[in-house]
């Protein structure tokens, strides 16, 4: 099982957004690096959900229950959407100036690449972050 970060703008679309609708499709990603990791994603992974903006930081964790399928909302592109599914929230959230400073964390693919909305996390870097 493999772990992801996906990164919104709770103004947009918040995790209790995620919680009241109880699944969602993860769609509108239009970045080749991001979309090549949401094709990677296979059902049962986690997701880690990321607030951008204000917050930046991690609030809660969702499990991928479907994988990868055309992203109903492009009207070109091979682009794709992956369907999520609430798990539970953090019971810290965890600041992106928090990873900056943990020495498990500052490596991370989302510290390194700040504007990339799809990220892989490693298997210590998830044991980190739901610690």
Known sequence: MAAWILKTEPETYSWDDLVRE????????RN????????AMKTGDEALIYHSGAQKAVVGL???VRAAYPDPT??????????IAPVKPARHPV?????????ALAGMVMVRQ????VSPVTAEERKRLIE
Do not use: I, P, Q
């Open 74 to 83: 492009a009207k070109e592109g091979d682009w794709v959407a992956v369907d």
């Open 32 to 39: 080749f690096a991001a979309a090549k990791n949401l094709r």
């Open 62 to 64: 969702a499990k991928v």
């Open 114 to 117: 700040g504007r990339l909305s």
């Open 95 to 103: 600041t992106l100036a928090e990873m900056k400073k943990d020495k």
């Open 22 to 29: 109880g699944r969602t499709a993860w769609t509108g990603v």
